[in-house]
């Protein structure tokens, strides 16, 4: 495994910078979350920022995920929307243009996995048209990720349509893909789920691309510094050793932004104490 952070943790940094410090405490892998000026995939010369972007991530020595949870990227008034969920056509359209525009920054940067959710719908619909909704927008985004060789990672989210490990799998019994895998984020697991971390990590190993890592209390969804929280995680460092995996495990703390090097100084000392 790799350990990373996540750049939604450095909102207050230029995206550079923040790179700089990720890789300077000796982080080697990067989730790169989208945003208005962290790599705004909507300006001018996104081929060309793209592919300075991807020299700089290989002086860097930093592997990368895409991340599309940005807050305010697509509608500056409402966070996290419009969504693959959401009742207007062309909101649902516009998200599914902006994971399209993410897959071809992924590509461009030499990763294979973009990360995504299912959001939240922002009206009264029932199941059964939600579903329908997120499987269509879902059969768009992996075929397009198909033509360019990239890997969808879903990730469920406290709070969102898909929010535990049973209704990712109730996903994938009505829509499976082999390029629609798992964002599988630690701290969710122990936030909802009522098995422990090392054996979801286990029973999941063949579709975890990504990881998210914070420490968390049961029930309540704030990202905690490693400490805070409930988490034991030498058997979760201990259970992705286990299975063998090889991707990256990205700290993210974006509300401990205003403090982004010090946390993320912290953060790595912490689990690469536990990993030796």
């Avoid at 406290?158 to 964002?183: N, Q, W």
């Amino acid at each position: 495994m790799k350990f990373g952070y996540n750049t939604n943790g450095f909102a207050f940094h230029e995206l550079d910078q923040a790179l700089e410090i990720i890789s300077t405490l000796g982080y080697r892998s990067v989730a790169l979350t989208l945003d208005t000026h962290h790599l705004n995939p909507f300006a001018d010369d996104l081929e060309g920022r793209c592919e300075a972007m991807r020299r700089r991530l290989e002086d860097l020595k930093l592997g990368c995920v895409v991340e599309t949870g940005s807050r305010f990227l697509l509608d500056p008034w409402r966070k996290h929307q419009p969504t693959l969920l959401s009742e207007n056509f062309e909101g649902r359209e516009r998200r599914i243009r902006f994971l399209a525009r993410s897959i071809d920054i992924a590509e461009r940067l030499g990763s294979d996995v973009v990360s995504l959710w299912s959001g939240q719908p922002d009206d009264e619909a029932s199941t059964e048209i939600l579903w329908e909704r997120l499987v269509t927008g879902l059969e768009d985004v992996t075929r397009y990720a198909d033509e360019h060789n990239v890997r969808i990672a879903f990730e469920p989210e406290p709070g969102m349509f898909i929010d535990t490990m049973a209704s990712y799998h109730e996903l994938l019994d009505r829509f499976d893909h082999p390029r629609l895998g798992l964002t599988l984020d630690l701290g969710h697991v122990h936030c909802l789920e009522s098995d422990p971390i090392p054996d979801v990590i286990s029973e999941w190993r063949d579709r975890i691309w990504n990881i998210h890592i914070e420490d968390m209390r049961k029930g309540v969804h704030e990202h905690l510094m490693f400490g805070d929280g409930e988490i034991d995680f030498p058997p979760v460092l201990r259970a992705l050793d286990e299975i063998e995996y090889s991707g990256g495990v990205h700290v993210e703390l974006s509300r401990h932004a205003h403090m982004a090097p010090q946390i993320a100084r912290e953060s790595l000392a912490f689990l690469t104490s536990l990993n030796n």
